[in-house]
């Protein structure tokens, strides 16, 4: 016990490592914890139809969010000059107007969106969804700063606290009118939220509009390829909701929205924290220069891949059971979903961390290079998937589409000398055996999306 507190309570690397991972699961477990608890109550506040629109709207706002990402916190976390208060204004200011371009683009593509999917109620709801983009835009650099030094406890405790804001709000407007408006302001109230808590309550300078031409030439050099590479990110994340949206029924698309957000969650709650740990500790201990760094990465990776292997696993098992514990009979298909999507995240474990190796070195080019390779793959199998196999097929694809992009991952890996092939072997095996044992358990279950 006095070794794991040392552990934790030093100022090295790996205390700092141990202390943000912790602070990470702890916000993004109670934010999920949140979600869920408005979810369930939303569900009965709410029909299956609002959440096929919000879906919708989600898509929309969180793609152009990453379409034009221009890798902010990337560059703040690996940049040499990421404390100097000139980089920092510019890019605040670059994020500010970034915002404010986003709100406009999405308020113009509200009416071609609402044609696209013949949902005319998006007109409605869009514009008000998108203004969470615009207040983002103004979130102090203080943020970036926080886990440039994995220094994220506080942050946490604004973000799990700005979140219940917004979700307190969208409850009680559901309750008093019965709207999906109530869904689209939830995230714009919590977005103020966090603006407000992070602005008066996180320490650190207050930004200003500054532009520096040589920290705008780092953040647009390095940017301009994550600008590329996050248009990407939303077809892996997000381009089955927009395939299946012109796909599936309103109401259907809603239970599948649930279902995603039950068998995502393992590797979401990774996802969130590998993202902001693992640049920081591949800058510190880069694996090419010498085997200590080696071994002490393939214990984090390892140790990784264990934790998030076994909820996924854990949550695909107990899917169509959890289902019929939290949510009423119109969202029972919901179950099997969870089970498949849960399943299909499992070999990103085998590919977890390496792509952040490459950011943390400042390639930005090579790691668009494979987030390209991840996105073409993707869409092709899930339009395959839907033409052969139905909504089952389109959800299995996504574990073929990771399958199919593991070569690409490698050169990455490799380039960096990252790549652990035990690692990835013992990955890929125990994910056969298990995902056998699951599907033989929840046959009867997941033949009853078969005809959809």
């Given at each position: ?147 440039r030094h994995l220094l994220v406890g506080r942050l946490t405790v604004l973000d799990l606290a700005s979140q219940a804001i917004g979700i307190g709000f969208m ?282």
């Amino acid at each position: 016990m006095s070794r794991l507190l040392t552990a934790f309570s030093g100022t090295g690397l790996m205390a700092r490592v141990l202390r943000s991972a912790s602070w990470l699961m702890v916000g993004y477990g109670g934010s999920q914890a949140l979600r869920l608890a408005a979810n369930l109550i939303m569900t009965r506040l709410l029909f299956p139809e609002a959440f096929g629109i919000m879906t919708l709207v989600t898509v929309v706002v969180v793609g152009l969010s990453l379409f034009s990402d221009v890798g902010v916190g990337p560059s703040i976390a690996q940049n040499p000059r990421g404390d100097d208060p000139d980089f920092l204004n510019t890019a605040w200011t670059i994020q500010v107007f970034r915002g404010c371009m986003l709100f406009a683009v999405a308020c113009l593509l509200t009416v071609p969106v609402a044609r696209f999917y013949q949902e005319p109620e998006l007109v409605k709801y869009l514009p008000v969804g998108a203004l969470a983009l615009l207040v983002s835009g103004f979130f102090p650099t203080r943020i970036e700063t926080a886990h440039r030094h994995l220094l994220v406890g506080r942050l946490t405790v604004l973000d799990l606290a700005s979140q219940a804001i917004g979700i307190g709000f969208m409850v009680i407007y559901a309750e008093l009118t019965q709207s999906v408006m109530a869904l689209a302001l939830g995230g714009v109230v919590s977005a103020v939220a966090k603006l407000l808590l992070t602005h008066f309550l996180l320490p650190g300078p207050v930004n200003r509009f500054r532009w520096e031409p040589a920290a705008a030439n780092d953040l647009i050099h390095f940017g301009k390829w994550i600008f590329l590479s996050t248009a990407l990110t939303f077809v892996i994340s997000q381009g089955d909701r927009a395939i299946l949206g012109r796909y599936l029924s309103i109401d259907m698309l809603g239970i599948y929205n649930i279902g995603y957000f039950l068998g995502s969650f393992p590797m979401m709650a990774g996802l969130s924290m590998i993202g902001r740990i693992m640049i920081p500790v591949y800058r510190d201990k880069p694996p090419a220069e010498g085997d200590m760094n080696r071994r002490y990465l393939s214990r984090l990776r390892a140790g990784m891949s264990l934790s998030i292997g076994l909820a996924l696993l854990l949550m695909a098992a107990i899917g169509p059971q959890l289902v019929g514990l939290l949510y009423d009979a119109r969202y029972q298909l919901a179950g099997p979903m969870v089970t498949l999507i849960s399943l299909a995240f499992y070999p990103r474990l085998v590919i977890l961390t390496y792509d952040n190796v490459a950011l943390a070195m400042g390639d930005s080019r090579s790691y668009f290079i494979v987030m390209m390779v991840r996105a073409v793959f993707q869409i092709f199998c899930i339009i395959l998937g839907l033409a052969l196999f139905g909504l089952v097929g389109g959800i299995a694809s996504m574990a073929v589409a990771t399958v199919a992009s593991y070569p690409a991952v490698v050169w990455l890996a490799r380039k960096y000398g990252a790549w652990d092939a035990g690692h990835d072997v013992v990955a890929i095996l125990a994910g056969l055996l298990a995902t056998a044992l699951i599907l033989w358990m929840h046959w009867a279950d997941i033949a009853l999306l078969s005809g959809y």
